[in-house]
Nanobody, 123 residues
Framework: QVQLVESGGGSVQAGGSLRLSCAAS????????MGWFRQAPGKEREGVAS???????TYADSVKGRFTISQDNAKNTLYLRMNSLKPEDTAMYYC?????????????????WGQGTQVTVSS
């Protein structure tokens, strides 16, 4: 069974940085497409970034140039480096995966979800 465990969330001031990690287990990691979503209180879950099995990436317009998604196949770990954080980035961040070769930023693109890690950015 696929398991995704996020870590690295926390509280930072605006302009600061955080790196989220997602430890994956239960499947052949390199054949999966993975991504990060976030959900703020009272808002719908939204796609932040995704990465295909060949390393191609997709970003939401709101995070382009500030966030970077990457993966370490040897460690079965997905990362999200977040720079220049803004208060509007405050949300629960979720790691997600799918067995498809390609994925975008739609919830329906993904099959497996982690429990989330909280990111809070203060002004």
């Amino acid at each position: 069974q696929v398991q995704l465990v996020e870590s690295g969330g926390g509280s930072v001031q605006a302009g600061g940085s955080l790196r989220l990690s997602c430890a994956a287990s239960g499947y052949t990691y390199s054949s999966y497409c993975m991504g990060w979503f976030r959900q703020a209180p009272g808002k719908e879950r939204e796609g932040v970034a995704s990465i295909d099995s060949d390393g191609s990436t997709t970003y939401a317009d709101s995070v382009k140039g500030r966030f970077t998604i990457s993966q370490d196949n040897a460690k079965n770990t997905l990362y999200l480096r977040m720079n220049s954080l803004k208060p509007e980035d405050t949300a629960m961040y979720y790691c997600t995966a799918t067995g498809r070769e390609w994925c975008g930023l739609e919830i329906t693109d993904f099959d497996y979800w982690g429990q989330g890690t909280q990111v809070t950015v203060s002004s």
